[in-house]
């Protein structure tokens, strides 16, 4: 696992995310990844702009997401994790 891959990854999901119309029927798809990415990123880096990002991501793509999406509770679940962090972050 390497730290610049990871780095390059963070651009490239910006441009596939940008290059998609917002009425995208699979857009849920790409902002889970994308926030997926970030969720690593700040896991080396404690970078809180990386986690406020991966909340709003996870959030946008909740509300559009279809509600039988076979992977929806892991997506809560990356979901809580990222306020639990933000919450503890907080507090400090």
Known sequence: RSPRDLERSIPLYV?????????DPERHLYLFNFATAL????????????LWQCISLLNEGLEICPANYPKRALVLEDLAWAYSLRHRNSIQ
């Open 15 to 23: 441009e596939a995310l940008g290059s998609r119309p917002t009425d």
């Open 39 to 50: 969720k690593y990123r700040y896991e080396l880096s404690c970078s809180l702009d990386d």
